[in-house]
């Protein structure tokens, strides 16, 4: 491990102690107070939308700045006045039965993207800080100084309305190891991840609650009933909006039969270009790298870049690239999530057709995201909806626009849960909601009563209430054998303690924590650890002496050796 990894764990391990340290104090705030802060930060990462969105196109050479400001805007503008009236402290809601009480959850660990790097920052400080948790951010490494001063820009705002400052931290060091130790923090309540395939699955597999996204590789399908000239301007407006870098823009577009053709003119009238098959192959040279992995080099590119990169000639003023594609799967390059504006073009006849290729298309990178359809049959869209495996199914729209919320009622998020499917905690979009433990105070309503039949009754057998011992019998029994007892204890034995009576309560019993020796042997171990026994321990300053069949709880498991209390017996 190099000297950066090194730096970047120790950073991240404190990062997490002062953001824990934070997160007590911002936990006590009342609504009014998270409500100001919050607005104060959204409304300073507003004012600086466009040129934080110029800084993230500069760093990135992703999309483009214009759009940049607009997700900029999307997620400090609309993500929080969707969200401002959200109750999130206190009780929350409450009916004659029922009241339901809002918890923060402490340390959100948030990883940050380079394809999205400002727009998601925004959104994550929001969601966490209107839920009372503190955050701390790894940004990916090329898109590090735009996420840094987004952070530092809401911070600020913040810490004039009272938020404190290790409330808001972002990492200044951020590699591989520096974000698996911020993930396995100890004090880390919840992981944010926005990233590859293999850092979801990291986040995952950290063992704390995380909520991960998939890769989208989202389909569209255009049934022939549809309106075709807005059905083809939603997808060149959702595929090309930032270059594609969404994930949830369109990536292939499935096409019923008889409406093919006024959908390639459609295409060709508002900048789609067609490339012939020998153009189509040799971009697909360039699309996957050695390794049969989507090639970064065109990742947010426009069409004339990727072209150029290709050596292929393409009309000027084209928007987007499309190719007939002849299946999917990794004989088929371009079946594949491009995250560009590039689509792959695909001609089916019927509902049924084209619901099962677009199923395929999902299946083959997309489970669980986003799938599109344009149509002007409600009935046609819930049958084609209720057959993917998608947790959004956006109709008449622009995916992208669409499945974070933007032109759809959808809860506005830049964090798209792809559920089971995806191998995703949930399919919702992200919000404040997820941030939050929700306790539940439940009032009885239905009353046990704790009938014995009348046949139940015939069964059990008569008791004598002579055969029932009395408490002076009983009390009188117990003296008796405790005297016979104490009479073989041998004299020169310290005597023992009188007998419990019926009139002397029974004291309990508290093995007493032995002084470690030097060499720690002979020293009895326990059974059950509780956090109380570890407190006291820590107050006689002493040992607890424990084998690995000891049962710790897991608070007493983490003050423990956070104290060096235990010892093996």
Same mark, same amino acid.
């Given at each position: ?79 929080? /006045? ?25 340390? @959100? ?63 200044? /060091? ?334 309990? @019993? ?15 171990? @326990? ?37 060096? @209390?235990?010892?093996?017996?």
């Amino acid at each position: 491990m190099g000297d950066k990894d090194l730096i970047s764990q120790q950073e991240a391990r404190d990062a997490v102690e002062a953001a824990h340290g934070a997160a007590s104090a911002v936990a006590k705030f009342d609504q009014a107070r998270i409500d100001e802060i919050c607005g104060a930060m959204a409304s300073a990462a507003l004012a600086d939308s466009a040129r934080l969105g110029k800084l993230a196109h500069e760093e990135t050479g992703f999309g483009n700045a214009e759009d940049k400001k607009e997700k900029n805007r999307f997620a400090a503008e609309d993500v929080w /006045n969707y969200f401002r009236g959200l109750r999130t402290v206190g009780v929350v809601s409450e009916t004659d039965s029922i009241v339901e009480i809002a918890s923060p959850r402490g340390v @959100v660990a948030a990883i940050i993207p380079s394809t999205n790097p400002t727009s998601t920052a925004i959104f994550k400080i929001i969601i966490a800080i209107k839920s009372r948790n503190t955050i701390v951010l790894s940004p990916h490494p090329s898109a590090a100084r735009c996420i840094a001063e987004t952070a530092r820009v809401m911070r600020e705002a913040g810490v004039k309305h009272g938020l404190l400052a290790e409330a808001v931290i972002c990492l200044a /060091n951020s590699t591989i190891d520096g974000t698996e130790e911020l993930m396995r923090h100890k004090k880390t309540a919840v992981i944010l991840a926005t990233g590859g395939i293999g850092l979801v699955r990291a986040a995952y597999s950290s063992g704390k609650p995380a909520f991960g996204v998939g890769p989208g590789n989202v389909p569209v399908f255009i049934e022939r009933t549809a309106n075709i000239e807005k059905a083809v301007s939603d997808i060149l407006t959702g595929t090309c909006f930032d270059n594609g870098t969404i994930c949830a823009s369109e990536q292939s577009v499935v096409v019923d039969g008889p409406v093919s053709d006024k959908v390639r003119e459609q295409f060709k009238a508002q900048g789609g270009h067609f490339l012939s098959s020998s153009e189509a192959d040799t971009i697909a040279k360039i699309l996957l790298t050695p390794q049969r992995t989507l090639n970064p080099a065109i990742v947010g590119k426009s069409a004339d870049f990727i072209a150029n990169l290709a050596g292929v000639s393409i009309p000027s003023g084209t928007r987007c690239l499309l190719a007939d594609c002849g299946g999917v799967g990794r004989d088929f390059p371009w079946s594949i999530e491009k995250l560009s504006p590039m689509l792959a073009y695909f001609v089916v006849d019927g509902i049924e057709a084209g619901a099962n290729r677009c199923e395929e298309v999902l299946k083959f990178g997309g489970m669980g995201h986003t799938a599109g359809m344009h149509t002007q049959s409600r009935d046609a869209a819930i049958r084609y909806a209720n057959q993917m495996p998608a947790s959004r199914v956006v109709i008449n729209s622009p995916t992208t626009h669409g499945a974070i919320g933007l032109s759809t009622d959808l809860p506005p998020s830049m964090t798209l849960g792809c559920g089971s499917w995806g191998g995703n905690v949930t399919s919702d979009n992200v919000s404040p909601i997820h941030l939050m433990d929700i306790k539940r105070v439940a009032f009885e309503t239905k009353p046990v009563t704790r009938l014995v039949s009348a046949s139940a009754k015939a069964d059990r057998p008569a008791v004598s209430s002579r055969l029932i011992p009395k408490r002076e019998q009983i009390a009188a029994i117990v003296d008796s054998f405790l005297t016979k007892k104490l009479a073989e204890v041998p004299k020169e034995q310290p005597a023992a303690e009188a007998p419990p009576t019926v009139e002397t309560p029974v004291k309990t @019993v508290i093995h007493e924590l032995r002084p470690p020796s030097d060499n720690g042997s002979g020293r009895e171990p @326990v059974d059950f650890v509780s956090e109380a026994d570890v407190r006291s321990a820590v107050e006689k300053g002493v040992k607890i002496y424990i084998t690995p069949k000891t049962i710790l709880t897991p608070a007493a498991r983490d003050l423990g050796e956070e104290k060096d @209390v235990f010892a093996k017996a």
